[in-house]
């Protein structure tokens, strides 16, 4: 890498790396797997993204700037009373449904989500081209308790849920509930089977295991999910915006990675019962749609996309779930969560997930995406782990 490259890199990512000495050096071009990301809390937290009161105010205002082509809805209630939203845009046969911000303290999804639901709302040629092809339904924020306290979890107590299902009363919490948070991971709360009942004996469960819709805000994306399966047949395509971990390279070592993207999240299908829709080659077609979209970018940095793990097997996810029952999954996992980083890099992060995701959905409304090859999911680099200081 030239050193105008690696300047660049630093300056657009705006993520200083500090080379510690080894026994053995990498060449000179390479970041050594021992440099330190440099991140620290930036004390901001998630001070300057939307809050709920905001998200509120801007979906309206999106409503009612575009005369109603985005559609705003209450879907849903979180366990402490605050309305979760969808927007819905286009009239398309094919459909995309979009979750943002299922951890609460990863908004760059939902900062993202606003700016593309301003764009297929508008007025322009190309938006009303691709609402003629697609429907969008999005969740800009599903964990909105989450949001406001700055937490992972939801805010939800195990007592909370033994009052809702009764027949759970005295079995051991289930294994995602965080006691000193008082809330739980709901990205694992998914099941392939929509009318799954929580039953005692699946309890406390693992990481391996399907989950229960025992939290309203899994609830909500269920039903969102049920009653687009019954208007379309299928759902499509779903995609799931997250962040992770602010410190990873590309596996060459050249540039740090702004993202990483992921279609796979079932080891075996057949272990979790019969999903004949299920279609790994469709979710690797939707992620090389979002990888070449970014690759398009030039040297700019958005095209440092790296491949998240392949070796994981969870069912009780979003994407788990809802690729058994024939959605074509895309995973984005924007660098940055706001305990790490803050507002730092946001409209680099932001514009990110606008350019990957708007050239899925770019591709889907021309077709084109069926003439991208699954193969190349494969030559995505993996991503690499840094240190922090």
Known sequence: MSARRWTAVLTGLALPLGIVATATAPSATAIPTESHCGTEASGSGNNGFV?????????????RTTGGTVDVEVIGESNQGRDIYSARVGEGDTVVLVESQIHGNENHGTEALLDLLRRWGGSTREAAALREEVTIVAIPRLNVDGGERDTR???????????AFPQLAGVAPAWNYNTRVGGFDVNRDFNPDLDYVPQPGDFPGNSADTGWYITPEAQTVRDVYRGLESEFGTVDYFVDLHNQWSCYATEDLESMSPLSISAKFIEDPAEFGTWPKFDMDASERANVAVYEALQQQGRSGYGDVTLYPQDINLPGTALGSFALRGSAVVLFETSSQTQYDGMKRNGMLRKQIEIGLGGLVDRVADGSIASLDPATYDTIPQRVFLPAD
């Open 153 to 163: 979890q939801n805010e939800m107590t195990w007592a909370d849920v033994v009052a």
């Open 51 to 63: 809050d709920h009161a905001q998200l509120t105010r801007t979906l309206e205002n999106i409503e």
